[in-house]
Protein backbone atom coordinates (compact mmCIF):
# COMPACT_ATOMS: atom_id res chain seq x y z
CA UNK A 1 0.00 0.00 0.00
CA UNK A 2 2.74 2.65 -1.17
CA UNK A 3 2.12 6.05 -1.26
CA UNK A 4 3.54 7.30 -4.34
CA UNK A 5 3.05 11.13 -3.43
CA UNK A 6 3.39 12.08 -0.11
CA UNK A 7 4.99 8.82 1.74
CA UNK A 8 2.21 7.91 3.72
CA UNK A 9 2.81 4.28 2.94
CA UNK A 10 -0.23 1.81 4.31
CA UNK A 11 -0.11 -1.33 5.39
CA UNK A 12 -1.70 -4.25 4.73
CA UNK A 13 -3.86 -6.72 7.06
CA UNK A 14 -2.77 -10.54 6.91
CA UNK A 15 -5.96 -11.48 5.18
CA UNK A 16 -5.34 -8.83 2.32
CA UNK A 17 -5.76 -10.25 -1.32
CA UNK A 18 -3.14 -8.78 -3.22
CA UNK A 19 -2.59 -9.37 -7.21
CA UNK A 20 -6.60 -9.34 -8.64
CA UNK A 21 -7.07 -7.76 -11.52
CA UNK A 22 -8.03 -3.87 -11.40
CA UNK A 23 -9.45 -1.32 -13.90
CA UNK A 24 -7.84 -1.92 -17.14
CA UNK A 25 -8.08 -0.71 -20.97
CA UNK A 26 -9.83 -0.01 -22.86
CA UNK A 27 -12.87 -0.33 -20.41
CA UNK A 28 -11.03 2.12 -17.81
CA UNK A 29 -8.61 4.41 -20.19
CA UNK A 30 -5.73 5.67 -18.38
CA UNK A 31 -4.93 2.74 -16.40
CA UNK A 32 -2.23 -0.12 -17.70
CA UNK A 33 -2.63 -3.45 -18.79
CA UNK A 34 -1.85 -6.13 -16.26
CA UNK A 35 -3.22 -3.11 -13.26
CA UNK A 36 -4.19 -5.39 -10.21
CA UNK A 37 -5.63 -4.07 -7.13
CA UNK A 38 -6.86 -4.66 -3.08
CA UNK A 39 -9.40 -7.36 -2.44
CA UNK A 40 -11.33 -6.79 1.11
CA UNK A 41 -13.73 -9.18 2.50
CA UNK A 42 -16.96 -9.28 4.17
CA UNK A 43 -16.34 -9.35 7.93
CA UNK A 44 -12.69 -9.52 7.73
CA UNK A 45 -11.15 -6.68 9.34
CA UNK A 46 -7.72 -8.18 8.40
CA UNK A 47 -8.48 -7.41 4.89
CA UNK A 48 -8.03 -4.06 4.51
CA UNK A 49 -5.08 -1.28 4.74
CA UNK A 50 -4.44 0.68 7.93
CA UNK A 51 -2.39 4.38 6.53
CA UNK A 52 -0.64 6.43 8.68
CA UNK A 53 -2.49 9.81 9.64
CA UNK A 54 -2.71 12.30 6.86
CA UNK A 55 -2.59 15.27 9.61
CA UNK A 56 -4.37 17.34 7.45
CA UNK A 57 -6.69 19.51 9.63
CA UNK A 58 -8.97 20.80 6.70
CA UNK A 59 -12.64 21.02 5.05
CA UNK A 60 -11.10 20.86 1.94
CA UNK A 61 -10.49 17.50 0.95
CA UNK A 62 -10.84 15.31 -1.94
CA UNK A 63 -11.09 11.07 -2.11
CA UNK A 64 -11.01 9.18 -4.67
CA UNK A 65 -11.50 5.21 -5.18
CA UNK A 66 -12.11 2.81 -8.27
CA UNK A 67 -14.32 0.13 -6.49
CA UNK A 68 -15.86 -2.74 -7.84
CA UNK A 69 -18.28 -4.67 -4.60
CA UNK A 70 -19.48 -7.87 -4.76
CA UNK A 71 -23.27 -8.59 -4.20
CA UNK A 72 -23.38 -9.02 -0.88
CA UNK A 73 -22.28 -5.92 1.49
CA UNK A 74 -22.27 -5.31 5.53
CA UNK A 75 -24.92 -2.34 5.77
CA UNK A 76 -22.38 1.10 6.03
CA UNK A 77 -19.78 -0.90 4.41
CA UNK A 78 -16.64 1.23 3.76
CA UNK A 79 -14.24 2.52 1.50
CA UNK A 80 -12.54 4.72 3.10
CA UNK A 81 -12.60 6.30 6.86
CA UNK A 82 -10.94 8.15 9.28
CA UNK A 83 -12.59 8.42 12.70
CA UNK A 84 -11.69 10.27 16.23
CA UNK A 85 -14.75 10.39 17.70
CA UNK A 86 -16.23 11.70 14.93
CA UNK A 87 -15.95 10.34 11.48
CA UNK A 88 -15.23 11.16 7.83
CA UNK A 89 -14.97 8.96 5.20
CA UNK A 90 -17.45 7.44 2.92
CA UNK A 91 -18.78 4.29 1.76
CA UNK A 92 -21.58 2.79 0.59
CA UNK A 93 -25.14 3.25 2.64
CA UNK A 94 -27.35 0.46 3.37
CA UNK A 95 -29.92 2.13 0.98
CA UNK A 96 -29.62 -0.47 -1.62
CA UNK A 97 -25.74 -0.04 -2.52
CA UNK A 98 -25.74 4.18 -2.52
CA UNK A 99 -22.80 6.03 -2.26
CA UNK A 100 -22.75 7.69 0.80
CA UNK A 101 -20.58 10.12 2.95
CA UNK A 102 -19.86 11.13 6.93
CA UNK A 103 -18.21 14.44 7.68
CA UNK A 104 -17.93 15.21 11.22
CA UNK A 105 -21.04 12.79 12.24
CA UNK A 106 -22.87 14.68 9.55
CA UNK A 107 -24.18 13.15 5.97
CA UNK A 108 -24.44 9.54 7.17
CA UNK A 109 -28.36 9.45 7.17
CA UNK A 110 -28.53 11.15 3.39
CA UNK A 111 -30.25 9.16 0.68
CA UNK A 112 -28.07 10.09 -2.57
CA UNK A 113 -29.21 8.22 -5.14
CA UNK A 114 -25.49 7.03 -6.46
CA UNK A 115 -26.20 3.44 -6.42
CA UNK A 116 -22.52 1.71 -6.92
CA UNK A 117 -23.02 -1.44 -9.77
CA UNK A 118 -22.04 -4.91 -8.21
CA UNK A 119 -19.57 -7.02 -10.04
CA UNK A 120 -18.04 -3.83 -12.38
CA UNK A 121 -15.74 -1.14 -11.75
CA UNK A 122 -16.91 2.54 -10.81
CA UNK A 123 -15.38 5.67 -9.69
CA UNK A 124 -16.44 7.32 -6.52
CA UNK A 125 -15.28 10.58 -5.13
CA UNK A 126 -15.96 12.81 -2.29
CA UNK A 127 -15.20 16.66 -3.00
CA UNK A 128 -15.72 18.45 0.44
CA UNK A 129 -15.70 22.27 0.54
CA UNK A 130 -16.69 24.45 3.74
CA UNK A 131 -19.98 25.15 2.55
CA UNK A 132 -20.55 21.65 0.74
CA UNK A 133 -20.09 17.84 0.33
CA UNK A 134 -20.45 16.78 -3.49
CA UNK A 135 -20.07 13.12 -4.46
CA UNK A 136 -19.29 11.62 -7.80
CA UNK A 137 -20.83 8.26 -9.23
CA UNK A 138 -18.82 7.41 -12.48
CA UNK A 139 -20.53 4.13 -13.43
CA UNK A 140 -21.78 2.55 -16.77
CA UNK A 141 -20.53 5.46 -19.15
CA UNK A 142 -22.23 8.30 -17.10
CA UNK A 143 -20.68 10.53 -14.10
CA UNK A 144 -23.95 11.39 -11.87
CA UNK A 145 -23.65 13.69 -8.70
CA UNK A 146 -25.02 14.18 -5.38
CA UNK A 147 -24.59 17.31 -3.62
CA UNK A 148 -24.76 17.72 0.36
CA UNK A 149 -25.32 21.93 1.52
CA UNK A 150 -24.27 20.52 5.32
CA UNK A 151 -21.15 22.75 6.14
CA UNK A 152 -17.85 21.33 7.39
CA UNK A 153 -16.03 22.30 10.27
CA UNK A 154 -12.38 20.71 9.80
CA UNK A 155 -11.28 17.38 9.76
CA UNK A 156 -8.13 16.72 11.66
CA UNK A 157 -7.30 13.56 10.34
CA UNK A 158 -4.86 12.94 13.57
CA UNK A 159 -5.28 9.35 13.49
CA UNK A 160 -5.05 6.28 11.21
CA UNK A 161 -7.24 6.17 8.11
CA UNK A 162 -8.39 2.53 6.74
CA UNK A 163 -9.49 1.86 3.34
CA UNK A 164 -11.98 -0.73 2.96
CA UNK A 165 -13.20 -0.54 6.76
CA UNK A 166 -14.80 1.86 9.28
CA UNK A 167 -11.96 1.27 11.64
CA UNK A 168 -12.17 -2.65 12.17
CA UNK A 169 -15.65 -2.89 10.82
CA UNK A 170 -18.36 -2.76 8.13
CA UNK A 171 -15.64 -3.91 6.24
CA UNK A 172 -15.87 -3.66 2.33
CA UNK A 173 -16.64 -6.81 0.09
CA UNK A 174 -15.00 -6.59 -3.27
CA UNK A 175 -11.82 -5.04 -4.75
CA UNK A 176 -10.79 -1.12 -4.21
CA UNK A 177 -8.34 0.57 -6.33
CA UNK A 178 -6.18 3.68 -6.58
CA UNK A 179 -7.61 5.49 -4.03
CA UNK A 180 -6.45 9.16 -3.17
CA UNK A 181 -6.57 11.90 -0.69
CA UNK A 182 -6.00 15.51 -2.13
CA UNK A 183 -5.37 18.16 0.67
CA UNK A 184 -7.88 20.53 -1.66
CA UNK A 185 -11.24 20.65 -2.88
CA UNK A 186 -11.05 19.49 -6.71
CA UNK A 187 -12.78 21.00 -9.27
CA UNK A 188 -15.77 18.92 -11.11
CA UNK A 189 -13.48 19.63 -14.33
CA UNK A 190 -10.25 17.92 -12.65
Do not use: K
Not at 21 to 47: A, E, I, M, R, V
Request: glycine fraction near 12%.
Amino acid sequence: AVDYVGGFNGAYGTDSALGNPGPQPPTSPGFYLGNTCLGTTLNDPNSIVTAPPLNLNTNTVTIIAWVNPNSQQDPYSTLMMWRDGSGVGFGMLDYGGELGYIWNNVGWYETTALVIPTNQWSMCAMIVTSNATTLYLGANGALTTYVSPNSNTNGAFNTSSYIGSDTGSRVFNGFIDDVSVFSHSLTAQQ
